[in-house]
């Protein structure tokens, strides 16, 4: 999990990573903590890392989709519902 920071300072982000290194599904949410609010997001891979692009607009999920591969996402954060 992480926090947003300026404009997104309202998110928490999170990420599920299986325990079994054979399962590469995972589930993606956004918590809007002013609004008591969540979100899914459509990523279904295997969570792996998550960050942030420094001015806070840009939400990066790193999932696993196979042993040896990585797929990278990026969410333009203002896109969010709420934001």
Not at 6 to 29: L, M, N, R, V, W
Request: proline share 6%.
């Amino acid at each position: 999990m992480i926090w947003g920071f300026g404009p997104t300072e309202q998110y928490i982000y999170a990420s599920s990573e299986p325990k079994d290194d054979k399962c590469f599904e995972g589930y993606h949410k956004i918590f809007d903590v002013e609004k008591g609010a969540s979100y899914d997001l459509d990523s279904k891979e295997a969570g792996d890392c998550l960050a942030l692009t420094p001015d806070g607009l840009c939400h990066y999920i790193f999932a696993m989709i196979s042993n040896d591969m990585v797929d990278r996402r990026v969410h333009s954060c203002p896109r969010f519902p709420g934001a």
